[in-house]
């Protein structure tokens, strides 16, 4: 059985960001094992009835780029990471992140970001915990409830 490092999630996070930062998709992608899983949840989620388009659930590289196509028309005020813990399969992420979006909403809040590590240092897994009613009003979405 192979492991990896703590430190090498770690690396791993940072590389993605750090490429997300350079408009890199592909930099982001080499990190993510080809059967990702992103925002797919087992429980029902607000954001999905909702249908905000940055938060559906999405499987495989070709549906995660399909995600960094919505937030790379975002503008930028400040993306910063706050910190990070990390165990033998997962890091969480704070991240602090203002964005202005195309249709004039703004995104101002501090978000979660929790990777889950495969056996062979890839991400599988990426789930967020957000501010859901800013979120859904920011893509102006109906409220689903």
Do not use: C
């Amino acid at each position: 059985m192979t492991t990896t490092s703590n430190n090498s999630h770690t690396g791993t996070v940072a590389a993605m960001y750090e490429a997300f930062g350079r408009g890199d998709l592909a930099g982001i992608l080499s990190h993510l094992s080809e059967d990702v899983t992103w925002d797919v949840t087992d429980e029902p989620w607000t954001p999905h009835a909702a249908g905000v388009p940055w938060l559906l659930p999405r499987r495989g590289h070709a549906q995660v780029a399909e995600f960094f196509e919505i937030v790379s028309a975002w503008t930028y005020e400040r993306f910063e990471v706050l910190d990070m813990l990390v165990s033998d399969t997962q890091l969480a992420a704070e991240i602090r992140l203002i964005a202005d979006l195309p249709n004039g909403s703004r995104i101002d809040e501090v978000v979660i970001h929790m990777w889950t590590f495969g056996q062979d240092g890839k991400v599988i897994a990426l789930r967020r915990m957000l501010d859901t009613a800013a979120n859904i009003a920011a893509a102006g979405s109906p409220d689903p409830s």
